[in-house]
């Protein structure tokens, strides 16, 4: 099958698509596009895909990805289309669909996005990166990152609730709380990625993510086609809603439904609703006044996370493009209004969703009140998410770290440093400390922040071996250990501790400067104190990547 065609929308380039760049090698714009050879996929599709399973990766020859051997999946796509029996009859509309994207491998349709980003950064040999999230993208990157064996840095809002970011942590990943709104989260994220020349996901401007969403309009008019008329045609709806945030979404499932329409699969694109929170409803501000860029809203003002984004930047444009071109309508609802739709489709219909997938249901009900939607047409609603929360037993508390977007005036508080906070939490008699390391600089520094902090006795061992010796020669309070070290290593010591009856309790903080596999983590799980990272002996370092600052040299 042929690759496709990379073009830059703003200066004309295009080549062969091989695997994304990260702008155009000619203006530098950084939203570029792929186009396929649609007519020649018209004629081989139907028979390629026709033994293939139904998820989302049976379209893809349609799909940016150069070599399939660089698929990552957990069975994505492929979701049902279910229809709504109850709502639908006491709405008074028959062809009420509901594409039921909540059972994908981690709850939302985020993982198609996933499947297919993190096949290309697997692809294009990548194995570190850097995402802001609303917070489901943030789940289902990790769920793959973490299959890819790819090391994620998560940057959330705050205002994530606080069972999906243990669910992240769950998954590994690094975990960075920010104070401060979704398009400040960004930033911080792209300056973090920037410092440490790490891969930053671009969002709607990366070519797998708007590309992932296409198969949700081939999914759906596949569907349609067998529940419809049965005789092996695909079927476009009369309209298609989702509650938008950044707008990715739509983006993507729309040129599912061009590229569908220019193939001659379908006879029309349906109509386009975009639903926002009334708290956070640039789209919907800038549509009903008839303007063609929105209005950034810089406070949010709605309970759910998943919707605010408040700078919708060039999606709004597109997706006023789509409805002035398609037909469609943008419309907003209270929070209160989506709280209620998730209680009303829970109980009529056995589907409970996340609050923002509760908008998309509040809004429906508004646009067939409104009769923007009538009862004879055929309705497809992404039902786009479901929150399973992770108890709160299951990880301790320290699997975020937190980081307040410095103000303007205000100078930023000075952040706690991870050694010393671990100290912290150490009882006062804990006295007798050893270090274990190979490195003498480490040990040096270690040494100087520990004297600069109490009165420690303070002993040092250059290898896993004499540090065991020294132990069982006399029990320390407290061990320093380093997991990297020629002879016996760090995880071998803490495996010797475990099974010394007279040592097993001894806390130990694991101080590396190694990026730890998810595989190592589980090791290490259990058995420490905790666990000090990242080339540096303290969060500060870290802290100050996030603030844009450069390291300061050691002395
Ligand atoms: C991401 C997300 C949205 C918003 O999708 P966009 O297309 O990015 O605007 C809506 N609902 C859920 C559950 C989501 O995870
Ligand atoms: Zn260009």
Redesign the pocket.
């Known amino acids: 099958m042929l690759d496709p065609i990379l073009k830059c929308p703003r200066c004309g380039y295009s080549t062969t698509f091989v695997r994304p760049p990260a702008a155009c090698p000619r203006c530098k714009h950084d939203m570029l596009d792929v186009w396929y050879d649609l007519e020649a996929l018209a004629k081989e599709l139907p028979e390629r895909i026709r033994e293939r399973p139904f998820n989302m990766w049976r379209y893809r020859e349609l799909l940016p990805l150069h070599n399939s051997a660089n698929i990552v999946t957990l069975g994505e796509g492929g979701t049902p289309l279910v229809p709504s029996v109850n709502m639908g009859t006491m709405l008074g509309h028959e062809h009420l669909f509901i594409k039921d994207e909540r059972q994908g491998p981690t709850g939302?349709?985020?993982d198609r996005q996933a499947s297919l980003a993190i096949s290309s950064m697997k692809e294009a040999g990548i194995t570190e990166a850097v995402v802001a999230s609303?917070?489901?993208?943030a789940i289902s990157y990790s769920a793959y990152c973490a299959r890819a064996g790819i090391k994620l840095w998560t940057f959330l809002t705050s205002m994530v609730p606080a069972d999906k970011m243990r669910e992240v942590a769950l998954y590994g990943t690094e975990v960075i709380k920010i104070t401060g709104t979704y398009d400040e989260c960004k930033e911080v994220a792209a300056n973090f990625a920037r410092h440490r020349g790490l891969f930053l996901d671009k969002g709607l401007r990366s070519i797998s993510a708007r590309q992932s969403m296409k198969t949700l309009a081939f999914e759906v008019c596949e569907q349609l086609g067998l529940l419809q008329d049965g005789h092996g045609k695909w079927r476009a709806p009369d309209w298609y809603l989702?509650?938008?945030?950044?707008?990715?979404?739509?983006i993507g499932t729309y040129r599912g439904f061009e590229e569908l329409h220019a193939m001659g699969f379908i006879d029309k694109i349906p109509r386009l609703a975009v639903l926002q929170a009334e708290g956070c409803a640039p789209m919907v501000t800038a549509f009903k006044a008839g303007r063609e860029t929105a209005d950034i809203v810089t406070a949010p003002r709605t309970h759910i996370a998943?919707?605010a984004?408040g700078n919708p930047g060039v999606a709004y444009t597109e997706l006023r493009h789509i409805i002035l071109k398609h037909g469609g309508a943008m419309e907003s609802v209270s929070d209160e209004e989506a709280f209620r739709a998730m209680h009303v489709m829970a109980k009529m219909d056995g589907i409970s969703v996340?609050s923002?997938?509760g908008v998309v249901f509040a809004g429906l009900f508004k646009l067939i009140g409104q009769q923007v939607i009538k009862r004879t047409e055929t309705v497809v609603v992404n039902c786009?998410?479901h929150t399973l929360a992770v108890q709160q037993e299951l990880l301790g508390d320290d699997w975020a770290r937190s980081f307040e977007v410095p103000q303007a005036e205000a100078p930023s508080a000075a952040p706690q440093e991870g050694l010393l906070s671990a100290l912290e939490r150490l009882d006062d008699r804990m006295r007798d400390i050893l270090i274990i390391d190979d490195n003498p600089d480490a040990t040096l520094l270690l040494r100087r922040v520990l004297q600069a902090y109490g009165h420690y006795t303070l002993r040092e061992a250059k290898n896993g071996r004499i540090g065991l010796d020294m132990c069982r020669a006399q029990r320390p309070d407290l061990i320093l250990l380093d997991l990297m070290m020629p002879e016996m290593d760090g995880f071998a010591v803490l495996d010797a501790l475990k099974h010394d009856d007279n040592l097993k309790d001894v806390p130990v903080i694991v101080v590396t400067a190694k990026e730890l596999t998810p595989v190592e983590r589980r090791r290490l799980s259990g058995k420490v104190q905790s666990l000090l990272q990242k080339g540096s002996f303290t969060d500060q370092d870290i802290m100050d990547a996030l603030s844009g600052k450069e390291k300061a040299i050691d002395g």
């Open positions: 939302s349709f985020k609303t917070g489901n993208v989702q509650a938008v945030s950044g707008g990715m979404g739509p998943t919707l984004t996340e923002a997938t786009t998410g």
